[in-house]
């Protein structure tokens, strides 16, 4: 099989050898950042997160009313790997989850302000921020496994409130 090497004049090349070449031109990549919009109302956010969406950071705006959600996408083959982390842009003022679909579940630990945790890691249907939550609140969640009970994990928790403890809520 040959070698493919970029350059920026002609773009990707064949040439002698195996693998892939970037080395020849700049190659910056970005993190793709989404500011969701409120929904006014006990409703979904918006449209169930997609594959394509994976690694995307998306921020949380101040909400006015209802608890708001957004979806994950459903537990399969080509969804394992899959990250999205959420972020508070601003206090929160209502509740956010994030909602495993269907039966999928969340593993996911929280912490309570004096080196524990308040939620033990089990399979739990949401993860979120509660209404007190404050700017740079934030967790990730990566699929881990097609297994409905242990799809998901949260992980890179950060509590924004004093002492760690008051603007994450498992369900």
């Given at each position: ?21 970037l080395?020849?031109?700049?190659t ?53 790997g ?17 909602l ?26 949401t ?16 699929c881990?496994t097609?297994t ?24």
């Amino acid at each position: 099989m040959p070698k493919v090497r970029y350059t920026p004049r002609k773009g990707l090349v064949q040439s002698a050898g195996s693998g892939v070449d970037l080395t020849g031109g700049t190659t910056a990549t970005r993190v793709n950042v989404v500011t969701l919009s409120d929904q006014a109302g006990a409703t979904a956010i918006r449209t169930a997160l997609s594959v394509a969406e994976s690694g995307t950071i998306f921020t949380v705006p101040a909400l006015t009313s209802g608890t708001q959600t957004i979806t994950l996408p459903a537990l399969a083959a080509g969804v394992v790997g899959c990250t999205y982390t959420f972020v508070t842009f601003a206090s929160t003022g209502q509740i956010f989850n994030v909602l495993g679909a269907s039966s999928d579940k969340i593993l996911a630990v929280i912490p309570d302000g004096a080196g524990n945790n308040t939620a033990i890691s089990q399979g739990y249907d949401t993860m979120g921020f509660t209404a007190s939550a404050v700017l740079g609140s934030s967790f990730t969640i990566t699929c881990i496994t097609t297994t409905a009970a242990t799809g998901w994990l949260v992980h890179n928790v950060i509590d924004g409130l004093a002492n760690n403890v008051g603007s994450l809520v498992v369900g």
